[in-house]
Nanobody, 121 residues
Framework: QVQLVESGGGLVQPGGSLRLSCAVS????????LGWFRQGPGKEREFVAR????????VYAESVKGRFTLSKDNNKGTVNLQMNSLKSEDTAKYYC??????????????WGQGTQVTVSS
């Protein structure tokens, strides 16, 4: 059974940083594309970043490119999202995901419960 458990969300000022982490099994990491989606207030759920089972390629949404870095550590069983230069528009509930290669919600097969990120002064 695939289980995804997010942590690391919180409140941060604009320009600040947060690091999200998602606990995954070795099997999940090796078989599925892993990544993050988010859903802000009054918005549709949207793709943020994804990483292939082999660790490459890594794809980012244009809105976060250059600010966010996705990585995974198979030994520790984690998928991480380092978020720098945060903006108010990054405020959302962030979901760890496992699925097939793609940026659509329909490409996701498994969802974490989500962790809230709030960017505000």
């Amino acid at each position: 059974q695939v289980q995804l458990v997010e942590s690391g969300g919180g409140l941060v000022q604009p320009g600040g940083s947060l690091r999200l982490s998602c606990a995954v099994s070795e099997r999940t990491s090796s078989y599925y594309t892993l990544g993050w989606f988010r859903q802000g207030p009054g918005k549709e759920r949207e793709f943020v970043a994804r990483i292939a089972p082999s660790g490459a390629p890594i794809v980012y949404a244009e809105s976060v490119k250059g600010r966010f870095t996705l990585s995974k550590d198979n030994n520790k069983g984690t998928v991480n999202l380092q978020m720098n230069s945060l903006k108010s528009e990054d405020t959302a509930k962030y979901y760890c995901t496992a699925g097939t290669w793609g940026s659509k919600v329909s490409d996701v097969r498994y969802w974490g419960q989500g962790t809230q990120v709030t960017v505000s002064s």
